[in-house]
């Protein structure tokens, strides 16, 4: 990946070095032709060859964080489970009921 980017970039100096010295060429001339040439097309060929590994990172980042909270509400869950009362699973009805609040006519 990196070779061609610094191939092209290579190109695109030698060309900016040309018109530099060019009897018809300018030193702004050089400098334009070495941005529109050379950095410009490269930054964006960069940037679009560089996609999977932003997005494998991203994905690896979110995973970290992802493992992260669950061993967080593993342990949270842990300690309310040891808080908690295990549920009613008989028949009898719980001590713990709760009275029904009717709504008056």
């Known amino acids: ?3 061609v980017l610094i ?3 290579y190109v695109a ?5 040309a018109e530099a010295t060019s009897p018809v060429g300018t030193l702004l001339g050089a400098v334009v032709t070495f941005l529109l040439y050379g950095l410009l097309p ?11 590994s ?3 990172a991203i994905k690896a980042k979110e995973a970290a964080e992802r ?3 669950i061993a967080a509400v593993g342990t949270q869950t ?6 908690s009362v ?5 028949s009898e009805a719980s001590s713990r009921s709760v009275a029904a609040v009717r709504k008056e006519p």
């Open 1 to 3: 990946m990196y070779l």
């Open 7 to 9: 191939a092209w970039i």
């Open 13 to 17: 100096l030698m060309m900016a070095i």
């Open 42 to 52: 490269m930054g964006v060929v960069g940037y679009i060859m560089g996609a999977p």
């Open 54 to 56: 932003r997005r494998r």
């Open 67 to 69: 493992a992260q909270s």
């Open 78 to 83: 842990t300690v309310e489970n040891e808080n």
């Open 86 to 90: 295990a549920p009613n699973t008989h």
